[in-house]
């Protein structure tokens, strides 16, 4: 029977550092692959394309779901979000281990899609201002936009239960270290 790796899913609400930290984690720890979900949302200047996420047309994403390509998709904020069943298995191939970043929901759905080996560390900002800083330092988002990602900043809080770890995002240095640190406790079969 084939064998594949852990799936390790940063979550959190919205700006609350969930790429920085992947790219800190994936800067340390080599071993470890990243998983670039798929968006239909406009490309930021910062972004690379296959690198932070795949973008796509709305035709491109709609494809693919009618497909049954995604193992879970979702639209968040008038945009559409997919991950690929078929570059997770890609990237967990041959038992290697790898990072992605998705919201509560898609967890949820991606636990039971894969059953075993998906381990969960949701992210909360050190307060609601903290955050609120963060999104407005983007400098893309309209006030009415602002005020909704807040909105369901609190509803995604309340999901923090359902992941294995739960850490305060208030350095991106001590974040990693304390999610590198449980990833190698359950590698080595010290945590659940």
Known sequence: MKKYGRLFVISGPSAVGKTSTINEILKRNKSLQQIVTCTTRQQRKTEQSGLDYFFMTNEEFFTHKKNGDFIECSEIYGNSYGI???????????????????????????????????????????????????????????????????????????????????????????????ILKQIDMIRSGRSR
């Open 84 to 178: 690929l069943l078929a570059h997770v298995k890609e990237k967990l191939d041959n038992e290697k281990d790898a990072l992605l970043a998705a919201n509560w929901e898609g967890f949820l759905k991606i636990k039971k899609a894969l059953d075993s080996n998906v381990y969960g560390f949701f992210l909360i900002p050190s307060s609601l201002k903290d955050l609120e800083l963060r999104i407005k330092s983007r400098g893309t988002e309209l006030q009415s936009v602002l005020d909704r990602r807040l909105e369901l900043a609190r509803e995604d809080m309340k999901h923090s239960d359902i992941f294995n770890f739960c850490f305060e995002n208030s350095s991106l240095a001590k974040t990693a270290d304390n």
